[in-house]
DNA sequence: TAAGTGATCTCT
DNA sequence: GAGATCACTTAA
């Protein structure tokens, strides 16, 4: 398999939705103990500003989601449930809270199971999107049709109200789940 | 279908 | 400091 080039920060900086809709088919990378393991991002979601009753920082910064209110291309990772870590990618201009959460894999589906299979936790909280870290995203040429894309209201976020639950935040690529 | 799990937020 | 809440998973 051949390697991509990593995603820079502003390549993130951009609206929310179309960052979202732009990471299906690109590979989220880790690095272990040496290896390089590559996934294929095929589900995820927006979080978008202080005005998404969804969003975690929609009733202002605290320091757990304060990274979303800096500038796009971190990490924002937090715990769940009291087991699951959830990986969210910062996106837009400073001081314009918004992330996008990595839901799925081909390899991997679910947010909590993706993070578990790829040891993510409180350690890449906050910080910069590169291999430096050991966890990044690269673009290897590989694109998700439009017609292979399907739009659907975000998942387990009942309590934000109904003009905010039914909003097609989420972005689900069809064929990765086939591979 | 329901329990498990613990950080975080909001109210005292 | 206490209690409710939560962008989930797993085992029945």
């Not at 051949?2 to 979202?20: A, H, I, W």
């Not at 500038?71 to 449930?81: E, F």
């Amino acid at each position: 398999m051949s390697c991509g080039e990593p995603l820079k920060q502003d390549y993130f900086n951009r609206p929310t939705l179309e960052v979202t809709r732009d990471l299906l088919g690109k590979c989220l990378c880790r690095k272990l103990d040496g290896e390089t393991k590559r996934l294929r991002i095929s589900e995820v979601e927006a979080y978008d500003g202080p005005k998404d009753k969804a969003c975690h920082a929609h009733r202002g910064k605290t320091a757990r989601n304060e990274v979303m209110f800096g500038p796009a291309g971190r990490w924002y990772v937090y715990l769940c449930y009291g087991m699951h870590w959830m990986l969210n990618v910062v996106t837009g201009p400073v001081d314009f809270p918004a992330a996008v959460l990595l839901r799925g894999c081909v390899e991997v589906i679910g947010p909590g199971r993706l993070t578990k299979a790829l040891s993510v936790d409180r350690v890449q909280d906050r910080e910069i999107i590169s291999p430096d870290c050991g966890l990044w995203i690269e673009d290897d040429g590989c694109e998700a049709p439009v017609t292979e894309v399907r739009r659907t209201p975000r998942i387990g976020i009942g309590y934000a109200g109904k003009e905010w639950v039914d909003k097609p935040y989420r972005f689900v690529w069809e064929k990765g789940k086939l591979a």
